[in-house]
Nanobody, 126 residues
Framework: QLQLVESGGGLVQPGGSLKLSCTAS????????IGWFRQAPGKERKGVAC????????IYGDSVKGRFTVSRDSTKKTVYLQMNNLQPEDTAVYYC???????????????????WGQGTQVTVTS
């Protein structure tokens, strides 16, 4: 299992942007499927975005399509979640997660991932 660390959360006004980062103690994440999930108070954890290790395009939850973009930077050993046009309903703790290395495709359910970060808070409010 990896030890993942998220960063980049914070407080932003509606319409603003944040860029979350996910790293793993200096390890290269290119060989891992990385998913982003979020959990709002009193709600279930939901998948937000996922980037695979194959040529398949990234996948996104319906509520964030067109606003969020997941990407990798191999040189920085980081997976990013760029979040634009943030809205109050995007307020949540955001987690990155990794599937076991043998998997190459994304999965939308959390149980498919065996490594999780501690989460970073994103608050969208005016």
């Amino acid at each position: 299992q990896l030890q993942l660390v998220e960063s980049g959360g914070g407080l932003v006004q509606p319409g603003g942007s944040l860029k979350l980062s996910c790293t793993a103690s200096g390890l290269i994440l290119d060989s891992y499927v990385i998913g982003w999930f979020r959990q709002a108070p009193g709600k279930e954890r939901k998948g937000v975005a996922c980037i695979s290790v194959s040529d398949s395009p990234a996948i996104y939850g319906d509520s964030v399509k067109g606003r969020f973009t997941v990407s990798r930077d191999s040189t920085k050993k980081t997976v990013y979640l760029q979040m634009n046009n943030l809205q109050p309903e995007d307020t949540a703790v955001y987690y990155c997660a990794a599937r076991p290395r043998l998997y190459r495709a994304c999965a939308s359910y959390g149980s498919a991932y065996d490594s999780w970060g501690q989460g970073t808070q994103v608050t969208v409010t005016s």
